[in-house]
């Protein structure tokens, strides 16, 4: 079964920077896209950035500017470099993936991570 694990969050101070990682792993497939999300308490989960196979990249206005998103094809894992974050970024991140679980199926679905707590001192 294809998981997606995060990792990076923790807390940091006003203008400081976090690299968040997520890797996809559990079997084989094939990653069309990947996105990070961030839900901050009593809202919905709101897109930060994305990415597509062809690099094709969006971004929240929020955080144009400050954060990047990449992705590894060979090591199967999409980053989030966030810089000169604000207090106002505080919020469990989430990444996820429309993929191919070729064991399972011949056609994208999509999933998640179980997300990563992001904590930004005032």
């Known amino acids: 079964q294809v998981q997606l694990v995060e990792s990076g969050g923790g807390l940091v101070q006003i203008g400081g920077s976090l690299r968040l990682a997520c890797v996809a792993s559990g079997g084989v497939f094939s990653i069309h896209r990947t996105g990070w999300y961030r839900q901050r308490p009593g809202a919905q989960r709101e897109l930060v950035a994305e990415i597509t196979r062809a690099d094709t990249t969006i971004y929240a206005d929020s955080v144009k500017g400050r954060f990047t998103i990449s992705m590894n094809d060979a090591k199967n894992t999409v980053y989030l470099q966030m810089d000169a974050l604000k207090p106002d970024d505080t919020a469990v991140y989430y990444c996820?993936?429309?993929?191919?679980?070729?064991?399972?199926?011949?056609?994208?679905?999509?999933?998640w991570g179980q997300g990563t707590q992001v904590t930004v001192s005032s």
């Open positions: 996820n993936a429309d993929l191919i679980d070729w064991a399972r199926a011949t056609q994208a679905s999509t999933y």
